[in-house]
């Protein structure tokens, strides 16, 4: 699982077996559309997983994260996270 940062300053979370390969596809517009209209990017984190299944299943939690708690992530501040989950609406 990798996060790339983008020349909008946006995040792009994505999955791989290959990673260095993947990182230059996007970097030379052959990886994900969103990617092909954001260069440069740049690989600012990965985690290593055994099998593709469990990165892509990683890929969508960190997909689904606030761009603050995707930050704390990259910086390595792993005992924020907790606090930085997305509350829920308590209206309900």
Not at 22 to 29: I, P, S, T
Not at 32 to 57: G, H
Request: aromatic fraction near 12%; proline fraction near 3%; include cysteine.
């Amino acid at each position: 699982m990798y996060i790339l940062k983008c020349s909008d300053d946006s995040y792009y979370t994505g999955s791989t077996i290959k990673l260095g390969e993947r990182v230059d596809q996007h970097q030379n517009g052959f990886g994900a559309n969103y990617t092909k209209t954001r260069l440069p990017v740049k690989l600012v984190y990965y985690e290593e997983y055994p099998r593709i299944d469990l990165a892509f299943n990683r890929e969508k939690q960190v997909q689904g994260w606030s761009r603050k708690k995707k930050e704390a992530l990259i910086n390595g501040n792993y005992e924020s996270l907790p606090g930085l989950s997305r509350a829920k609406d308590k209206s309900n």
